[in-house]
């Protein structure tokens, strides 16, 4: 059975740091392609960052040169690394992993930018 475990929000000032962290167990390979979605009140789930099983990585205009994401193959673990974080990066962010059949979800992780 396939876990996400999702770790890393948290409450942080404009201009702020959070790293997020996607813990995948049951998976039977690490070489899934992952990925992390958000969602503000109101909007849409908005897909952020991609990152294949050979490492290449994709990011949605609003976050690019802000957030990187990266795995660690050996843990099976995916992380998102949020700098110059804004009030409108404000949302509930979610890990995914696609495997051949099915994508799965982590449980999200809140992320609130505020003075």
């Known amino acids: 059975q396939v876990q996400l475990v999702e770790s890393g929000g948290g409450l942080v000032q404009p201009g702020g740091s959070l790293r997020l962290s996607c813990v995948a167990s049951g998976t039977g390979s690490a070489l899934y392609p992952m990925g992390w979605y958000r969602q503000a009140p109101g909007n849409q789930r908005e897909l952020v960052a991609s990152?294949?099983?050979?490492?290449?990585?994709t990011y949605t205009d609003s976050v690019q040169g802000r957030f990187t994401i990266s795995r660690d193959y050996a843990k099976n673990t995916g992380y998102l690394q949020m700098n110059s974080l804004k009030p409108e990066d404000t949302a509930v962010y979610y890990c995914y992993l696609q495997s051949i059949l099915s994508r799965y979800w982590g449980q999200g992780t809140q992320v609130t930018v505020s003075s």
């Open positions: 990152i294949s099983g050979g490492g290449s990585t």
